[in-house]
């Protein structure tokens, strides 16, 4: 095998590698941390580089009315890794084997980490994906085709997706600001972490390599998002100065009615190990939420280990 060929073998498979977080997984496992954060638990996926074409670019590069090929659904509703690859060229070096995410967009977009913006010998801005209004210029290459895509190039912003139901429970609407937590061997704080609601969203927090490996992620890992943003604003959605978890009304009735001797009542939307710490000093047998509230994986570890049954009304 020519030398060239084994490079070319390497990156491939490293790329693989690191799509395979890109992705996140079905049901992550709550990763380990020095000391349990309360708040709303997130999975966090890491997003290596990759490009986002536009249909005209996809035809530009590919040729005439081609489409992409998926090659496996990413964790965002509808969205996924396609077959192709194409190549980032910049002033001092070049990245080969770029992965394209599908669906196309209305515009090409190309979203790499500071650490990689500087291997290419650019300055592109941090901004949020979708916002290209400063974003810097990038030329993009396929096998039979060159494109210099204008205003595409950006250090994609970190965010975190929730769907309108998932954002209702935490207390947080599109466009809002939250500190997220990571749990991780190497805990950080991201602050400013913008909020992506809607339907077409699914709860996951996405950074890039160069912040991953900061806080030392791991494939699997969570984290939580603490509260917002002291009185930041971002879009339409102006902030509170401070955000606060409403404390949970929590009752132990004096007859049984329609609740079973030791039964506590806890009225939260989402809940958390300290509320369960607070049933169990109450001296719950059992701890009764909506049929729709959200159990954190603490508080459901907690139960288990005091022998508490969970009821839903």
Same mark, same amino acid.
């Given at each position: 095998?020519?030398?060239?060929?084994?490079?070319?073998?390497?990156?491939?498979?490293?790329?693989?590698?690191?799509?395979?977080?890109?992705?996140?997984?079905?049901?992550?496992?709550?990763?380990?941390?020095?000391?349990?954060?309360?708040?709303?638990?997130?999975?966090?996926?890491?997003?290596?580089? =990759? @490009? !986002? &074409? *536009? /249909? #005209?670019?996809?035809?530009?590069?590919?040729?005439?009315?081609?489409? $992409?090929?998926?090659? +496996?659904?990413?964790?965002?509703?509808?969205?996924?890794?396609?077959?192709?690859?194409?190549?980032?060229?910049?002033?001092?070096?070049?990245?080969?084997?770029?992965?394209?995410?599908?669906?196309?967009?209305?515009?090409?977009?190309?979203?790499?980490?500071?650490?990689?913006?500087?291997?290419?010998?650019?300055?592109?801005?941090?901004?949020?994906?979708?916002?290209?209004?400063?974003?810097?210029?990038?030329?993009?290459?396929?096998?039979?085709?060159?494109?210099?895509?204008?205003?595409?190039?950006?250090?994609?912003?970190? =965010? @975190? !997706? &929730? *769907? /309108? #139901?998932?954002?209702?429970?935490?207390?947080?609407?599109?466009?809002? $600001?939250?500190?997220? +937590?990571?749990?991780?061997?190497?805990?950080?704080?991201?602050?400013?972490?913008?909020?992506?609601?809607?339907?077409?969203?699914?709860?996951?927090?996405?950074?890039?390599?160069?912040?991953?490996?900061?806080?030392?992620?791991?494939?699997?890992?969570?984290?939580?998002?603490?509260?917002?943003?002291?009185?930041?604003?971002?879009?339409?959605?102006?902030?509170?100065?401070?955000?606060?978890?409403?404390?949970?009304?929590?009752?132990?009735?004096?007859?049984?009615?329609?609740?079973?001797?030791?039964?506590?009542?806890?009225?939260?939307?989402? &809940?958390?190990?300290?509320?369960?710490?607070?049933?169990?000093?109450?001296?719950?047998?059992?701890?009764?939420?909506?049929?729709?509230?959200?159990?954190?994986?603490?508080?459901?570890?907690?139960?288990?280990?005091?022998?508490?049954?969970?009821?839903?009304?």
């Amino acid at each position: 095998m020519k030398l060239e060929e084994m490079v070319r073998d390497i990156v491939s498979g490293a790329v693989d590698e690191y799509l395979k977080e890109e992705t996140g997984s079905a049901a992550p496992a709550v990763c380990s941390s020095s000391a349990p954060v309360e708040g709303f638990l997130v999975p966090a996926e890491a997003s290596g580089r =990759h @490009v !986002h &074409l *536009s /249909p #005209e670019d996809v035809e530009h590069l590919f040729g005439p009315g081609y489409e $992409l090929t998926p090659k +496996r659904p990413l964790s965002q509703p509808g969205q996924y890794l396609s077959e192709e690859r194409v190549s980032l060229i910049g002033p001092k070096g070049t990245f080969q084997n770029v992965a394209i995410l599908g669906p196309p967009r209305g515009r090409t977009q190309v979203e790499v980490s500071a650490t990689d913006a500087r291997t290419l010998g650019l300055d592109p801005p941090v901004a949020l994906s979708g916002d290209l209004s400063e974003a810097g210029d990038m030329l993009i290459a396929s096998k039979d085709a060159f494109l210099m895509a204008e205003q595409s190039l950006i250090i994609a912003r970190n =965010h @975190v !997706h &929730l *769907s /309108p #139901e998932e954002a209702a429970a935490a207390g947080l609407s599109d466009g809002d $600001l939250v500190d997220v +937590r990571m749990c991780t061997g190497r805990p950080l704080t991201f602050h400013n972490v913008v909020v992506r609601s809607g339907p077409a969203h699914k709860l996951a927090l996405h950074i890039d390599f160069d912040e991953a490996n900061a806080c030392g992620f791991t494939e699997g890992c969570q984290a939580v998002i603490t509260g917002k943003s002291g009185s930041a604003s971002f879009g339409t959605a102006a902030l509170p100065e401070t955000f606060e978890t409403p404390e949970p009304e929590i009752t132990v009735p004096e007859e049984p009615g329609g609740l079973g001797d030791g039964d506590v009542l806890i009225s939260t939307g989402f &809940l958390t190990e300290v509320q369960v710490r607070d049933a169990v000093a109450a001296g719950a047998k059992a701890v009764v939420v909506n049929e729709r509230t959200v159990v954190s994986p603490l508080a459901n570890d907690l139960l288990h280990r005091h022998g508490i049954v969970l009821k839903r009304l």
